[in-house]
């Protein structure tokens, strides 16, 4: 049965499994919360879910509890950082804090991180970054499995690729736009199995290189003991968009490429290329605020279509989620709890 749970209760359940597996209690805090915020941002591919994942990555080896960053360049506008294969929840924040440090210092950053463990929701970043004034650009590449298939291609070759942009508005609630280059994030396709569901059509293909509706192809080894592929959004330009991302998320941060059979390994790596502007130091300032806003009321002012919710801005449907799920709980299906428990029981929780 699926259950409903208080997300400051869900966050010290996690807590303390991550704990278990290894984690300080500040890191598994760190941890915990920021899965946590991806459920209550209705993002649960990105939330607790994982946790059962990361415990089975630390098992592994491959993740590496009580990790911090490296800065491993640092040339004024240009920040290389190495994740070390810590929680990228952890070095992560501690990459993009240096970027947004060095940014507000010199107007912009270029920082390129490699070898995170699973940075989670990329959002998260554009967040830190819009709090302080910033406009903040990622491309991300995933090193797991390859889940995603090149436009006109029949198999998996790439992972989900996230993308991701955030501009502060003033006076109103930045714009944050983040989204898997995927037409939709594994971890929807991981949810939507363990809740019995099909998906719309479009979204995948089957270990034939078919059209399918059948989540599990990406979940569950098929029969052949391959794997389905999820396509790209925007055909081939969202294609496209997913190769950027592993030219600048994987070859240029130095994190690496995907270029080898599927394996099982647990653990998920990211690379991720973030790029920081300070506005105020560009010089446009006063006529980027202006101009800005404009557009945004201009977009506000269209009318909403049929049956449609109106317009909205990409950041709303988030914020709507967090004031929801924050009163009403975070609602945990029954495969989901049942992995978190598992997963608690492997490590001693
Ligand atoms: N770390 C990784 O390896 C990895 C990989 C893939 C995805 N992700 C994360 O997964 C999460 C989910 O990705 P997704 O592709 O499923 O997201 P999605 O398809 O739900 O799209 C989300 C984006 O679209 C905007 N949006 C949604 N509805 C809108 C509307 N009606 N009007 C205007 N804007 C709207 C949202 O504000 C958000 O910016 C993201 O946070 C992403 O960073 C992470």
Redesign the pocket.
């Known amino acids: 049965m699926a259950v409903t749970i208080a997300p400051q209760d869900l966050e010290s359940k996690v807590a303390s499994i991550l704990q278990a597996a290894g984690s300080s209690p500040a890191e598994a805090r760190t941890v915990a919360s920021n899965l946590v915020l ?1 459920n209550l ?3 649960d ?2 939330g607790v879910g994982m946790a059962p994942r990361y415990v089975d990555a630390v098992l592994e080896g491959g993740l590496k509890p009580n990790t911090a960053m490296s800065v491993t360049l640092d040339a004024g506008a240009l920040v290389s950082v190495d994740g070390n294969q810590g929680y ?1 929840q952890i070095v992560g924040e501690q990459a993009v804090q240096f970027g947004i440090r060095r940014a507000k210092e010199i107007g912009s950053c270029i920082l390129a991180l490699s070898r995170a463990h ?7 970043f554009a967040e830190m970054a819009v709090a302080q004034g910033l406009v903040s650009l ?1 491309f ?3 090193l ?1 499995r390859p889940v995603v298939a090149p436009w006109n291609g029949g198999d998996g070759r790439f ?6 942009i955030g501009v502060p508005l003033p006076g109103q609630p930045p714009f ?13 396709m991981r949810v939507a199995h363990n809740e019995g569901r099909r998906v719309d059509p479009g979204y995948l293909i089957d270990e034939e290189g078919r059209p399918t509706t059948d989540p599990g192809v990406v979940v569950v080894p098929q029969p052949k003991g391959g794997f389905g592929a999820l396509m790209t ?1 925007g055909e081939h330009k969202g294609y496209g968009l997913a190769v950027a991302c592993e030219l600048l998320g994987g070859a240029l941060t130095g994190g690496g490429t995907y270029h080898r059979p599927p394996d099982n390994a647990r653990t ?1 790596y ?1 690379g991720m290329l973030t790029i920081l502007i300070d506005p105020a130091k560009l010089g446009t300032a006063g006529s980027f605020a202006q101009e800005a806003m404009a557009f945004v009321d201009w977009l506000r002012q269209s009318p909403p279509a049929p049956d ?2 109106g ?8 914020r709507q989620a967090r004031e929801r799920r924050a009163r009403d709980g975070i609602v945990i299906d029954a495969t989901t709890w049942a992995e978190i428990e598992a997963a608690g029981k492997k490590v001693g929780a």
């Open positions: 991806a941002s209705g993002h591919s990105h990228g699973h940075l989670g929701r990329i959002g998260h990622h991300v590449n995933v797991s992972g989900t690729n996230p993308c991701c944050v736009l983040d989204f898997a280059t995927s037409r939709v994030a594994q971890g929807k959004f998920v990211n449609s919710d317009v909205q801005l990409a950041g709303e449907p988030e």
